[in-house]
T-cell receptor
Framework: DGGITQSPKYLFRKEGQNVTLSCEQN?????MYWYRQDPGQGLRLIYY???????QKGDIAEGYSVSREKKESFPLTVTSAQKNPTAFYLC????????????FGPGTRLTVT | GENVEQHPSTLSVQEGDSAVIKCTYS??????FPWYKQELGKRPQLIID?????GEKKDQRIAVTLNKTAKHFSLHITETQPEDSAVYFC????????????FGAGTILRVKS
């Protein structure tokens, strides 16, 4: 299961606190992505990055922030401005040339009470 | 932007029967269509994909067909087995947008033995 890792697997926070989810890949992929998954819904794109020090908002970026200081790492911060932060968060990576396959990490289940 | 619709939302089949899941997309510029399988609490995993220059692709019991004119693509699973039970997601992307995938809402497939 190497390649792309996320930590922790489960995370509990109190409302009003910021929390950072980790995503690391050793696949030498250029692009990295963050998705949110809610029960009964598909994966919704939060942010994506094609290159170090650059990233773009996805469909549901409000209340989230990211950084891409290293090719291998793409941490996601869930801020207190996110109204419904409890969800399953998935990180993915892919090459930009050739096959478009995205490889997913194991996910982090965040619960905010 | 791209919009992907997926049907049905749930599908129950008897073991050994075939299962078909259909997706439609809105943007004719989309050129890559993967299918992911996600078991409960696990990461999505790519099971098959197709590019816009191909009409059909098979891999053992799984096949995907693409109709570019009608902008729809389908997943076909033959001789279903209990281990095929999972949530299946279709997606579409355009290379020009850094491999950003737009996902359908998912289909829960239950194979009854």
């Amino acid at each position: 299961d190497g390649g792309i890792t996320q930590s922790p697997k489960y995370l509990f926070r109190k409302e009003g606190q910021n929390v950072t989810l980790s995503c690391e890949q050793n696949l030498n992929h250029d692009a990295m992505y963050w998705y949110r998954q809610d029960p009964g819904q598909g994966l919704r794109l939060i942010y994506y990055s094609q290159i170090v020090n650059d990233f773009q908002k996805g469909d549901i970026a409000e209340g989230y922030s990211v950084s891409r200081e290293k090719k291998e790492s793409f941490p996601l911060t869930v801020t207190s401005a996110q109204k419904n932060p409890t969800a399953f968060y998935l990180c993915a990576s892919s090459v930009l040339a050739g096959r478009n396959e995205q490889y997913f990490g194991p996910g982090t289940r965040l619960t905010v009470t | 932007g791209e919009n992907v619709e997926q049907h049905p939302s749930t599908l129950s089949v008897q073991e050994g029967d075939s299962a078909v899941i259909k997706c439609t997309y809105s943007d004719s510029a989309s050129n890559y269509f993967p299918w992911y399988k996600q078991e409960l609490g696990k990461r999505p995993q790519l099971i098959i994909d197709i590019r816009s220059n191909v009409g059909e692709k098979k891999d053992q019991r799984i096949a995907v067909t693409l109709n570019k004119t009608a902008k729809h693509f389908s997943l076909h699973i033959t001789e279903t087995q209990p281990e095929d039970s999972a949530v299946y997601f279709c997606a579409a992307s355009m290379r020009e947008y850094g491999n950003k995938l737009v996902f359908g809402a998912g289909t829960i497939l239950r194979v009854k033995s």
